[in-house]
């Protein structure tokens, strides 16, 4: 498999679930090497090939798309800061430890056999990732359609759901994650301390994830201080269910 193969395969295992066309196109070409295509020809080019790289999908809206639900500043310096960090250090650790891995999905499912600053940054990278897309402007607050009906027959009405899922987010003491993850056909609300992912060979709990929610104080402290009630509250407001429906089978 040459380099613009495996490329190709690997951004399309690690975003094809994430990523809508346009921002797919983009992200495969800002983070695609320079150079790419001439490297067949010049010999002495290393072969970099063998090395995963993850990448920080474009935000889909601006920074201030998400107010008054998230402020622009906690949206900035969330996504260039925090999210960036998380890219950057993962590629960093992925070359110094010569992880071997065939895509991202790959090495989350078997994160617990590398080091811990593999396994934050790589949770880091991918649950921002998911995060910004399942969240746009112009919420209506509440699904309608399939993600209605699956939420009503899953948690007998969505405003038991949003209960639950409510309760994940503020019982997760710490850092961490709430989910909504499909699993064996079934919905499932959970939590993750730090960067876990339910795709984790680690994670407690475990699917394939739907919608989840950042509780990490560096997402609402800004705006919040130590109200993540109030994070959560106003949060709904930003829930992109379109989102949630296309991971829906
Ligand atoms: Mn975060």
Not at 14 to 29: E, K, M, T
Not at 186 to 214: F, R, W, Y
Request: negative net charge; aromatic residues 10%.
């Amino acid at each position: 498999m040459d380099r613009k193969q495996f490329l190709s395969r690997s951004l399309k295992v690690s975003l094809g679930a994430l990523v809508a066309g346009p921002a797919l196109a983009s992200a495969a070409s800002c983070n695609t090497p320079a150079g790419n295509d001439g490297e067949r020809d010049d010999p002495s080019a290393a072969p970099t090939g063998s090395a995963l790289q993850l990448m920080q999908i474009p935000l889909p809206y601006a920074y201030g798309a998400l107010e008054p639900s998230i402020d622009a500043q906690t949206m900035e310096i969330h996504y260039t800061k925090h999210h960036a960090a998380y890219v950057k250090n993962v590629n960093e650790a992925i070359v110094a430890e010569g992880v071997q891995a065939q895509d991202e999905a790959d090495l989350l499912a078997r994160i617990g056999t590398f080091s811990a600053k593999v396994r934050n940054n790589a949770g880091g990278t991918w649950n921002h990732n998911f995060f910004w897309q399942v969240m746009g402007p112009g919420g209506k607050g509440m699904p309608e359609g399939k993600v209605l009906d699956a939420l009503t027959a899953g948690f007998g009405s969505f405003e038991k759901f949003k209960e639950l899922f409510t309760e994940a987010a503020m019982k997760r003491f710490g850092s961490g994650w709430a989910w909504l993850v499909e699993r064996n056909g079934a919905l499932a609300i959970g939590s993750t301390p730090n960067q876990d992912c339910p795709l984790m060979d680690v994670s407690e709990l475990k699917g394939k994830p739907l919608l989840a929610l950042d509780v990490w104080e560096h997402a609402y402290y800004l705006k919040y201080q130590n109200k993540r009630n109030e994070y959560v509250v106003n949060w709904w407001q930003v829930v992109n269910w379109d989102e949630v429906a296309k991971r829906m089978v």
